[in-house]
């Protein structure tokens, strides 16, 4: 029974352009939506997070949107640059439970 | 420290061993989590803590693994009787707070079951 699901398993983007990584919930619960970010051999960084309470949060180069209606979040990235090259995983957080449930993740490859 | 450290960065054992994977918190979190990733991308949680407290184990298979995290030591999470299902990566993050507040992960330990 996987909740979150981030359909696309890898995306290549030009650098400079925009990179759209997607997710998908079932569970109408989560109240806070987490990016993380993951290089090869170490741990995932944070990014940026969302509450289920706004609709669009933005730091810098990234932007979160929130779907609730649709329980479907994306994360923009402009413009993309080769250091952005990881996987992400978006992770939803229900209050009042200790576990955050991490998606299939995406991998990113932004082209020089 | 300003970092999630954890030990060994890679362990190796032969099945039906036993493992045992250290982790030492950011100073000053109060909450642990312990995740494993099997396959390269799918990360499942284990077991979460407040200070020496468990507060969510849904994700731990009760029969073998256990989970400890006492005051003034690093958290462990053992393995009795390892399986060769058991080898993955297992991770360790620290947060001041949960909810919209980040968890800071450790590098991982990896374990190989031969």
């Known amino acids: 029974d996987q909740q979150v699901k981030q359909n696309s398993p890898s995306l290549s983007v030009q650098e400079g352009r925009i990179s759209i990584l997607n997710c998908d919930y079932t569970n109408s619960m989560f109240d806070y939506f987490l990016w993380y970010k993951k290089y090869p051999a170490e741990g995932p960084t944070f990014l940026i997070s969302i509450s289920s309470i706004k609709d669009k949060n933005e730091d810098g180069r990234f932007t979160v949107f929130l779907n609730k209606s649709a329980k479907h979040l994306s994360l923009h990235i402009v413009p993309s640059q080769p250091g952005d090259s990881a996987v992400y995983f978006c992770a939803p957080y229900t209050s009042g439970t200790y576990k955050y449930i991490f998606g299939t993740g995406t991998r990113l490859k932004v082209l020089a | 420290g300003e970092e999630v450290a954890q030990t060994p960065k890679h362990l190796v054992r032969g099945e039906g061993q036993k493992a045992k994977l250290y982790c030492a918190p950011i100073k000053g979190h109060s909450y642990v989590f312990w995740y494993q990733q099997v396959l390269k991308n799918e990360f499942k949680f284990l077991i979460s803590f407040q200070n020496e407290n468990v507060f969510d184990e849904t994700g731990m298979p009760k029969e073998r693994f256990s989970a400890k995290c006492l005051p003034n030591s690093p958290c462990s999470l053992e393995i009795q009787a390892t399986k060769l299902e058991d080898s993955a990566v297992y991770f360790c993050?620290?947060?001041?707070?949960?909810?919209?507040?980040?968890?800071?992960f450790g590098d991982g330990t990896r374990l190989s079951i031969l």
């Open positions: 993050a620290s947060s001041h707070w949960v909810g919209e507040q980040p968890q800071h």
